[in-house]
């Protein structure tokens, strides 16, 4: 069973006191690196992970908690289009709650899940492309393609991602 450390030689089940210490020690690590970022001018993107791959930032509510209880300028929230649909919420959720602070989006389809170029899942590239828009987001979008099946020849995912893109912009 999962366990955190109370006491040296003592631990107790995996319970909020656990994630407590893990949230306060994921904040004041990732201030420390805002901290050294803000010295040499960068900005820090905090990236929602699928609930399977973080118990600490999964989705709009935590990442708006974190990015509040940092309150550093060198730090903004960051969407991952998979993660995003997986947890029911939209580009406009993370617009009007973080506005600014909103910094970068790895805008990818999904099926829901996998990072797959855009055409090979089921997500909303055109309606999402509208709520940036309408919100004037003016932060990074990148494509974050990492499924397998295009291993043996990446840049035709990359190729048909920009091509979908084209479309919809036009």
Same mark, same amino acid.
């Given at each position: 069973?999962?366990?955190? +450390?109370?006491?040296?030689?003592?631990?107790?089940?995996?319970?909020?006191?656990? @994630?407590? %210490?893990?949230?306060?020690?994921?904040?004041?690590?990732?201030? #420390?690196?805002?901290?050294?970022?803000?010295?040499?001018?960068?900005?820090?993107?905090? %990236?929602?992970? &699928?609930?399977? %791959? +973080?118990?600490?930032?999964?989705?709009? !509510?935590?990442?708006?908690?974190?990015? #509040? /209880?940092?309150?550093? #300028?060198?730090?903004?929230?960051?969407?991952?289009?998979? !993660?995003?649909?997986?947890?029911?919420? &939209?580009?406009?959720?993370? $617009?009007?709650?973080?506005? /600014? &602070?909103?910094? @970068?989006? @790895?805008?990818?389809?999904?099926?829901? =899940?996998? @990072?797959?170029?855009?055409?090979?899942?089921?997500?909303?590239?055109?309606?999402? $492309? /509208?709520?940036?828009? =309408?919100?004037?987001?003016?932060?990074?979008?990148?494509?974050?393609?990492?499924?397998?099946?295009?291993?043996?020849? !990446?840049?035709?995912?990359? =190729?048909?991602?920009?091509?979908?893109?084209?479309?919809?912009?036009?």
């Amino acid at each position: 069973t999962a366990c955190c +450390s109370k006491n040296s030689g003592e631990s107790v089940s995996m319970t909020s006191v656990c @994630h407590e %210490e893990a949230w306060k020690w994921a904040r004041d690590g990732i201030y #420390d690196l805002a901290e050294l970022a803000k010295i040499h001018g960068i900005t820090l993107a905090l %990236e929602v992970l &699928r609930r399977d %791959e +973080s118990n600490l930032v999964y989705n709009l !509510p935590t990442l708006s908690q974190m990015l #509040d /209880e940092l309150k550093h #300028d060198s730090v903004g929230g960051m969407i991952d289009t998979i !993660p995003m649909a997986l947890a029911g919420e &939209r580009p406009a959720d993370y $617009l009007q709650a973080l506005g /600014e &602070r909103l910094v @970068h989006v @790895h805008f990818i389809d999904g099926a829901p =899940r996998g @990072h797959l170029a855009w055409g090979d899942g089921i997500l909303d590239m055109q309606g999402y $492309l /509208e709520e940036f828009s =309408r919100y004037h987001y003016k932060g990074y979008l990148s494509l974050e393609i990492t499924d397998g099946r295009y291993y043996m020849d !990446p840049t035709q995912s990359v =190729r048909q991602s920009v091509n979908a893109l084209y479309k919809v912009l036009k």
